[in-house]
C-alpha cells in the first residue's frame, strides 16, 4: 500500500507541475529559491516529498488505500514526530465543488455537513491531543476545541473536470483561501469534496482519499481531496457495518475516509514531516479495522479507530 500510494502520488505531482500554471482558478502562488521554501514551510525544514519545480511549490499526497489494499499493522510501532508543523487549532473548511451542478444522488453534502460540525471536541477528536508540534524549545500540544467547522463554499463556478488532476484540486483549495477572505490559515484543513461521477484518477480502486499540501501566498495549507465515496461502493467503506441511524449503507464511507483523512491532516498537514511511521500516518495503522458508530454529541457516525501512542493500538477514543 505505501509503495503504491508512492508512485500514485509521484504521478499526481507530473501533474500538478503541468497543470497549475494554466488552471482557471489557480491560487497556487509560486515561490523561488531554497530559503522561499524554508520561509513558505513555517521555518520548518522541508520533509521527504516536497518537490519545487517549474515556480510551483507542492507535495507529494499521502494516500488511504481501499479496504482490499489496506495492511495489517505489525507489531511495537509507533509514531514518530519529525519536526513538522501539525494543525494546533484545527478548523475545517468544506468546499462542496460542484455539487449542484453534477448532483448528489446519496446526501453526501448533509451528512459531511453535519458530521464536520459535531466531530469537535469529541472523545475520537481527542486522540490527537496526545501528539504535538515543536519548534525550538517550545511544545505545544494539539488542541480539540468544539467548533471546529469553519465554512462551508459550494463551489458551482468553476467547472469540476471529469478526472480532476492533482494540480486542479490543490487550485481549488486556494480558491477556496480566497474564498473565505484570503488568508490561509495555517490551522486550516480544507477539504475538496468532488461530486457524484468526477473523481480523480485511481479512486476506488487503488485509494479512497489522499491529503497533501500547496502553497498560497508563501504559506503552506493543508487540503483533502475527498471524492464522491458512494461511487466506489465497498471499496471504499459502502455497507461496512450496520451504519447509524444519520447515515445510509451507502455513504458509510464517507465519514469513515474523511475521518481518517482529517485526523491526518491534523497530526501531518506536510506529508511525512509531522507523526508518521513505517507503515504510514495515523489513520493508516488502524485503516479498514474495528470500524464502529461513533458518538459525536448527540449523533453517531460510522468511524475508524485512529493509532495512539501512549497505549500503542488503536483506539476509538482518549483518553
Known amino acids: 500500500m505505501y509503495k503504491r500510494s508512492r508512485l500514485v502520488g509521484i504521478l499526481g505531482c507530473a501533474a ?19 530559503t522561499a521554501q524554508q520561509q513558505a514551510l513555517r521555518g520548518v525544514p522541508m520533509g521527504p516529498g516536497w518537490i519545487y519545480k517549474d515556480g ?21 510501532i509507533l509514531l514518530s514526530y519529525g519536526g513538522g508543523a501539525v494543525l494546533v487549532h484545527p478548523r475545517t473548511y468544506l468546499i462542496l465543488w ?6 448528489d444522488p446519496n446526501g453526501v453534502k448533509p451528512l459531511l455537513h453535519n458530521y464536520l460540525r459535531v466531530m469537535g471536541g469529541s472523545g475520537h477528536n481527542n486522540i490527537y491531543t496526545q501528539y504535538y508540534m515543536k519548534v525550538g524549545t ?50 486550516g484543513s480544507y477539504v ?11 479512486f476506488g480502486t487503488q485509494w479512497c482519499a489522499y491529503h ?34 444519520d447515515e445510509s ?21 506536510d506529508p511525512f514531516s509531522g507523526w508518521n511511521s513505517p507503515q504510514g500516518e495515523i489513520g493508516d495503522l488502524c485503516a479498514w479495522t474495528n ?26 477514543s482518549y483518553p
Request: charged share 15%; hydrophobic share 30%; net charge negative.
Open 138 to 187: 517550545t511544545t505545544t500540544d494539539i488542541k480539540n476545541p468544539s467548533r471546529q467547522l469553519k465554512g462551508v463554499w459550494e463551489d458551482d463556478t468553476n467547472p469540476v473536470p471529469q478526472n480532476p488532476t492533482d494540480a486542479q484540486v490543490a487550485a481549488e483549495a486556494a480558491a477556496a483561501v480566497a474564498h473565505f477572505g484570503g488568508t490561509p490559515d495555517l490551522n
Open 249 to 269: 449503507g451507502a455513504d458509510e464511507g464517507v465519514t469513515i475516509v474523511e475521518g481518517h483523512e482529517y485526523g491526518e491532516s491534523v497530526t501531518d498537514p
Open 98 to 103: 460542484g455539487y449542484t451542478t453534477y448532483g
Open 56 to 76: 510551483v511549490l507542492y507535495h507529494t499526497p499521502h494516500y488511504m488505500s481501499t479496504v482490499k489494499a489496506a495492511s495489517r499493522m505489525k507489531q511495537d
Open 291 to 316: 470500524v464502529q458508530n461513533d458518538p459525536f454529541r448527540t449523533k453517531s457516525y460510522s468511524s475508524q479507530p485512529m493509532f495512539s501512542n501512549a497505549t500503542a493500538s488503536c483506539v476509538h
Open 192 to 202: 475538496v469534496a468532488t461530486p457524484h461521477g468526477r473523481s480523480s484518477s485511481g
Open 16 to 34: 500538478l507541475v503541468a497543470m497549475v500554471g494554466c488552471s482557471a482558478n489557480s491560487g497556487v502562488t509560486p515561490v523561488s529559491g531554497t
Open 212 to 245: 497533501g499540501a500547496t502553497s498560497v501566498g508563501g504559506k503552506i495549507i493543508s487540503y483533502t481531496n475527498l471524492p464522491y465515496q458512494p461511487d466506489a461502493g465497498a471499496n471504499c467503506g459502502a455497507n461496512f457495518i450496520s451504519p447509524p441511524s
